[in-house]
Each structure stands twice: as structure tokens, then as C-alpha cells.
């Protein structure tokens, strides 16, 4: 048992890797219940790595990721997609990890002279808090959506909030939207819209160069926050609805869905989104997928950022 070179030699290096690799036994262990030392149990085990009895894989998750975003790239319009590992025991640590990716990418593109739109979210919440930009920029950062019902709760549902800390990160120059995301009239709409102090910020949506916006669900998921109220979404599920983008609903064909309702919503268009040159989208959860696959499809979004199990049910969704 103790020469290498004995012929049951093959046999004793398989015992030997299965007692230390499945059975999680010491080398000590092991040579105890062998009798021998435990300098030849390393022995044995690297003899076994060298015959190729044990082949030990690393696998990075990150090198997961990068094949994913490449995939779902082959498969749709977009410019870029970054793919973060999900984090299985924890949605908020997911969305965190997308929240950073964007922030690095906002760090790394914006320039002097960028107009840059936010949209609300649990996501662009996170965005705003991770940003640490190395140098200053002179851009201009606004809402693209006006704001939530008092009546929701959390920071994600104020989107003047993350404009001034995203200005702030940078030292540009934020610009406040002081109206509600829906209105009880057209008329009221309208006359809120020619409003000197809203009209201003509203003009900076047909010269935005970067909109950063989030992918919301119908039905909604469990935890989002339907801004235009539940008793509104009727209209969109009769419509084929599975998804939105700044409360602009879509099909799973990607087509997006026309309804009155728009009249008495102060935020930015479907065509205003479609202008603006860098449209970065992100979404995180599985269950998300088909609303995300189906906005794909409507080749709006030009960057991407999702998690990898929502990679991977996207690109499921595509082949369908």
C-alpha cells in the first residue's frame, strides 16, 4: 500500500479522491483509516491529479456572464450588454450589483455637454447612492417622468431625489420636474404642461444624449410599485400588455400600446425615448424575463444591464 508504483495503484488513487473530494474526509483521515502516513495520501492525491483521475475546473462566474451578454447581444440591437452574477439568497444584493454595473458605465461615458434623463425604480435608487465619479462633468440631469403619488412609499418612488444626487456626484446641473406623474384630466395635463417651470424641464426631452430607465412587469411582480395605480392597468392587460418602460406599456411583440389614458401623464414619449442616442435599460429577476425579452424586441434599449438568471430566461424567451 505504500509503493507507488504497486499495480492495484489505479484503484487506490480513485478510493483515495472520492474519500477526499465527495466525502469532504482529511488527508489525516484518510490515513488513518488506510493505516498509512499522511504525506503518501498527498502523494496519492497528486498522483490522481496527474493521471487525470481528478480533474479539478475553476469556474468564474464572471466568464458565465460575459458569454450570456454576448449571446443575448447576438440576438437583439444592442450596443452593450453587461450580465452581473445573481445573488440567490437576496434580490436587493442583486439589484445592487446591476445599480454598480451602471454606475461605472455612467462614470466612464458621460461627457461635458450630456443631457442625461433618469427614470424611477428600486434600481435607479441604488444608482444614484453608488456613483463616485472621478472627475467632474458639466451635464444636465432631470427627471423624464413626473413624480409618484405621495401616497407610495420609498425613495425609489422620488425621482427628483435620485436627480439631485446624481447631479451632485458629477457637479452638474439638476433640474427638478414639480409635477405628478398622472392627472386627473387631459385639460389639467395640458395646462401643467405649458407651465413656465415644467415646460422648461419638458423641453430638455427631445435633447436628451443618455436616458436611464427600468423595465416594469404586468402583471407586476411581487414588491413593484405600479405608479399609475392598479385600477389603471385593466386597460393595458386587455391590450396584450406585459411589460413597460416610464410607464409606456408594450406587447410581447415589442409593439407599444396607444390608449387615452397617455393624455393625463406628464412624462417623456415613446418617440422622445426612441431619439435619444444612449437609452441604458436595466432589470434584474427571472421574473421579469418575458416583459424584458419583449422590449428587446422592440429594439429601443441600446445598453442593457440584467443579472444572470435573468440572462438566461431572456435568452429562453427569444427562441420562443
Known sequence: MNDLDNPNLTATLVQVAHMYYEENLSQQQIADNLGVSRSLIALYLKKARE????????SDPHDNCEDLALLIQ????LNRVVVVPSSHNSAALTRRSIAGALARHLE???????CLGIGFGRTMAEVADLLVPSKPRKIDVLPVIGESSSGLVGTYSQVNLHVLKIAGSFNGTPHFLLAP???HSDELRDMLITDEVISSVVSYWDRLTHICIGVGTLPPVAGEVVYIGEENLNVFREAGGVGDICVRYFDTSGNFINTPLY?????I????IRKTRHIMVVSSGPEKAKATASLLRARVATELFVDEDLARAVLTELRQ
Request: overall charge positive.
Open 51 to 58: 493521471q487525470r483521475i481528478v480533474k479539478i475546473e475553476i
Open 74 to 77: 447576438a440576438k437583439s440591437s
Open 108 to 114: 466612464h461615458t458621460l461627457q461635458d455637454g450630456d
Open 181 to 183: 406623474l398622472m392627472v
Open 263 to 267: 393624455k393625463r401623464i406628464i412624462g
Open 269 to 272: 414619449s415613446v418617440e422622445q
